[in-house]
Structures are given as C-alpha cells and as structure tokens.
C-alpha cells in the first residue's frame, strides 16, 4: 500500500464511500442521483472495514458500554483482528460458506465480530432478538434450516433454544456469549465463546464470496401471519451509503447513536453498514430495560452527535423531561420504524433546535422515502423518494394514482431485476415472493398519499385502511391527533363493524398515569378530533385498554384489535341468538 500521512489517510476512509458510487447533487447540494458501483466479488468486511483498519488501524469504530457501568472502545484494526478471529474459530468449528448462522446477541459488543465473521466466511447471517420464545425458535430453526446460533447467556435464551433443539435437531454447535462481566458462557451443550476465542488462529485469507450470494436473512416482523424470510445480498450494504451520509447526516468525525437491538433489521440501517463505509464511530448502549432517562444520560456523557430511534422513543424522551438534559451535541436527528407524529416533531424541536429527519423503509429494504440531508422537512411527512428507487403509488389495479389520493407505495423495477437494497425474495417462497413482486412492481403492502411537491405522508397498511361511510380513512392521522392529548399515551385506530353504519372508526386507547376512563373522557377525546380533523374521520368508538397488541418490534397489530372485536360480535350474536 502507498505510504500517506495522516490527513490523507483521513480522506481515504472518509471518501472510501465514493469508491462504490456514482453521485451527483442538485443546485442546492442535495443528493440528486446514486449510482451504485461494486465489484462481482464485493464484500462488506473485506473491502471495507478491512480497507479502513489498512488506512487508519487506530480510528475508532465503537464505544461500547452497558447498564453496568462497563466500557470499551474498538478501533478498526480490532475489529478486522476480533473478526478475523471469530472467523478462524466459526470455521473450525465447522462454519462454511452457504451456512445460516442465527445470532441473538442484543446489543453485545461479540455481534459485531460475529457478523463481520460470517460476512468473511459467506454464511448468512440471521439477526434475531433475544425475546424469542422456544416456539419462535422451533419455527425460525426449521424455516431456515439453521445450522448453528450464537447468543446471549443473559435471560431465558439458551433455555428457550434448548427446548427448541428438543424437536429440532439440525443445530451443530450452540454458543453463548457473555454479554457482561456479571454474565457467563458456561453452560451445559454450549461453547463459551468468549473463553473459547482466543483458542484458534485468526482467519489469514480471502474466502472468495460473490456480491449477489445471500448475506443476510430477516425474519420480518410482520403483524398478521408466520414472520416471512426476507433475504439481501452483499450488496445490499451499499444501499445504506444513503442511510447514513445522507439521512443520518454522518461524516468520518459523528460518534452515531441509533436505538435499536441487534435483532432488528434496524441494526443494518444504523448500526454498521453506511455508518461505516463513511469511517464513522457507533455509540452503543447495551441495555436490557429500556429507561429514557439512562439513555438521555449516554447521550449527554458521550456527546453523540448524530441520533436515530423511532417515534415511540422520543415520546419517551419528552415525557421524561428532557429539557433537563444536555443534549446539545446532538446536531441531527432521525427517525423511521413507525410514522412520526407532528407533535413529537414540534416538542423535540422546541426543546434542541433540531428537526428529526423521517424516512420509512422495510426489513426488504432500505430507505424508500426520505428526508435528504439538505432538505426541509415537513413535519409529519416521510420525505420524498430515494434516489435509489423509483418510487410509485398504485391503486388496486396497478395503476399510478395522481397527487393528494392515497396508494400502495410500490419500487419499480425493471424485468423483476434484483437491485441494490433491495431484498432478493422471501427464502425458500417462491409464490409469496410473487404475491408480492410482479409486473415489475415490488408491492410493500403499505399506503401513503403524495403531495404537489412531492413529499410522501402515510397512512397505513392496506388492511388497516378504514372504509367508513364512503371514505377511506387511514388511521395513522386519527392516531397523531389523539395522540396530542394529554390523557393518551398510545393508542390504535380500527374499523369496527356497526349495524347501522356497516364500519365506523374505533380508537383502542392506553391512558397515562392521572387519567381514567370515563364516559365524559370519551366525549372529550371525540370533540378534540373533531375540532383537529374531519368531523367524519372521529372514532364513534373508544375502548380503554392496559396495553395494545405488538409484534416483537413493537409495531401495533391492529389486526389482532380487530379479530378481538369480530370475536365479541360472534359472542354477543350467540347470545342475543340464544335469548
């Protein structure tokens, strides 16, 4: 490698990124068009992580710390050390290319070794959450074909898997890794992974790999039926050059923080790919319970300075009194997983002078629509389309819909061809595959409406859209305005059945501490819709409730609410039948 000093080397890693895009910005400085640009045989780990540890060995990569107390800060040349490591020890342990591996390591510093490792070794990574029960892990185990899992010893995880490996017996090797110093890694039928490391020789060569072979699995996180298997290729970190440049806003100096555990497909978005082609370090916080006010604390200790987590955070954060905190590092901030209420957008505004940049993707995905660094949001709306896709809103037909009417929010592709950030298909499902990617449309199930400047606002998934009346109501909008009510603090729009009316809109409600329910609570919360949106669009409809349904990811499954109320109907017809 040619000798540099140390400011060249600082560009290198910093515009390593450009290596494998083409890009050009509008007069404003705004990404206008990215083109992405690999070899056949790319490889995340190899030519970028590695190529940074060549450049800069002692540039950071991570600061890790836990609820404990403990701290740890990784440079690049660690991590291509640890993950050549792992590698050598996944490999003698019989770990080859085409293998799916399962990790369920949380928010442990270990998953990145491992993830890097798998990358090196062309086994597949299958991200997964440690609140997986045994029937969780049966059904992934067999789905997959799983062959082997590294996971957390903290918690109910290896004794779920356990249970699991009871009927199902295609797992070679278990290996736990302990998470903290309070933790351990020995176990009965498991590896200690971390004992067991420093056992075996660094992987010392190139393992070839090809950049369309599968890299990782996600098991979606979907709010009806079996979670479906999503899987990406190795390009698909490229993809995330725009999550991180230019949604995060990051450069080669931002410690990043972004709140999510390492099971989610979130993890991707924010917690190692665009973040560091662009030579970034990550924050990580590795907590078991989240408490916004430790979060807050993280921030202020660290000095992060660039932040994502979805809404439902920052209304913690809020609630909790963040005014209290220094959060003036923070120079931006972002949000996705779920749509954003304006509220939120205005307090956290209020309170740090900046406005969160929303974008909304899928597991299948990166960022489909997005508010670009350079842009001025507008609060509420998800952004207008990447320039990594095209973008279209559909009705039922297929067909384009025009401006300010609501649509399927669908990615062009030409002849079905795969295309960077984009997932290759459901494994091993061919005909749901299809269902859902066809006339060279991939159809996301999601709605959302476009405004004359072309910004995208959502409003629910296409089961979720209310028929009511003759309208069509999309839920998301109820929910922001009774979300701005002091007494709400989640809530969950529906249709439910109505003899008179066919469908009306409910709202299923959690109050917060203070509030009760009551009939005149009821009415009050019905006049304050009324008086913030369309008389038609109130709920008719309010049921006070402990907790809403979710997936594991926490997204709300409305479609449980509804088979609760279609249950109740069937009950009280029987009732009123036998009368």
């Not at 074909?145 to 356990?162: C, K, L, P, S, W």
């Not at 699991?164 to 302990?178: D, H, M, P």
């Not at 305005?481 to 002091?486: A, D, G, K, N, R």
Request: net charge neutral; with cysteine.
């Amino acid at each position: 490698m040619k000798k540099t000093n140390a400011m060249e080397q600082n560009r290198l890693v910093e515009t390593l990124y450009q290596s494998f895009c083409k890009e050009t910005f509008d007069e404003n400085g705004v990404l206008k068009t990215f083109e992405p640009i690999y070899p056949d045989n790319f490889n995340f780990a190899y030519d970028v992580v590695d190529q940074i540890a060549a450049y800069q060995p002692d540039r950071r990569a991570m600061v890790w710390t836990n609820e404990h107390g403990e701290e740890r800060i990784f440079t690049f040349g660690e991590m291509k050390y640890y993950s050549d490591l792992t590698a050598g020890m996944l490999r003698d342990y019989g770990v080859k290319k085409g293998d799916m591996v399962m990790l369920v390591l949380s928010r442990h510093y270990q998953f990145w070794f491992c993830i890097l490792a798998l990358h090196k070794l062309g086994a597949v990574a299958i991200n997964s959450t440690n609140m997986l029960t045994d029937k969780d892990y049966l059904y992934r185990f067999s789905s997959a074909d799983v062959r082997y899992i590294i996971a957390t010893a903290e918690g109910e995880t290896a004794a779920h898997v356990e249970t699991a490996c009871q009927t199902y017996r295609g797992i070679r090797e278990k290996f736990l890794v302990a998470g903290s110093k309070l933790a351990s890694g020995k176990r009965s039928g498991w590896i200690d992974f971390n004992a067991e490391l420093e056992r075996h020789q660094p992987l010392d060569h190139r393992i070839p790999t090809k950049a369309e072979e599968p890299l990782l699995l996600y098991f979606t996180s979907g709010t009806t039926g079996n979670p479906k298997m999503a899987y990406h290729n190795h390009t698909y970190p490229i993809g995330h050059i725009i999550t991180a440049k230019y949604w995060h806003g990051i450069t080669g100096s931002d410690l990043h923080l972004t709140v999510a555990d390492t099971g989610w497909a979130k993890a991707s978005w924010g917690k190692i790919y665009g973040q560091w082609f662009v030579g970034a370090c990550l924050f990580v916080y590795d907590f078991t319970k989240f408490v916004p006010t430790d979060l807050m604390r993280m921030i202020a200790k660290y000095r992060v300075t660039s932040f994502c987590a979805p809404p439902t955070v920052y209304r913690f954060l809020i609630k909790e009194g963040m005014e209290q905190y220094d959060l003036s590092s923070i120079r931006h901030a972002t949000t996705a997983g779920e749509a954003l209420n304006p509220e939120v957008f205005h307090r956290f505004y209020e309170y740090t002078g900046v406005k969160i940049m929303e974008a909304f993707g899928q597991s299948e995905t990166t960022a489909l629509t997005v508010n670009l660094l350079g842009t001025e949001p507008k609060p509420g709306s998800m952004g207008k389309c990447s320039p990594l896709y095209e973008i279209d809103l559909v009705d039922a037909d297929g067909n384009s819909v025009p401006d300010g009417t609501v649509g399927e929010i669908v990615v062009r592709t030409h002849h079905n061809k795969m295309q960077v950030g984009l997932f290759c298909g459901y494994y091993r499902d061919k005909d749901l595959t299809y269902k859902v990617w066809h006339d060279n449309m991939y159809h996301t199930g999601d709605t959302a409406w476009r405004d004359e400047d072309g910004y995208y606002w959502y409003v629910g998934r296409v089961d979720d859209v209310i028929k009511a009346s003759g309208y069509r109501i999309g839920p998301f909008e109820i929910e922001s305005v009774l979300m701005e009510h002091p007494a709400v603090r989640e809530c969950a729009v529906t249709g439910a059945s109505d003899p008179l009316r066919g469908t009306v809109v409910k709202a299923t409600v959690v109050l917060t501490s203070g509030y009760s329910p009551s009939q005149e609570l009821i009415k009050e919360l019905q006049e304050h819709v009324k008086k913030q949106t369309a008389p038609y669009k109130y709920p008719r409809i309010i049921e006070f409730v402990d907790e809403l349904p979710k997936t594991f990811s926490g997204k709300i499954k409305r479609a449980e609410i509804r088979r609760w109320d279609e249950a109740r109907q069937a009950q009280l017809a029987t009732v009123t039948r036998r009368v």
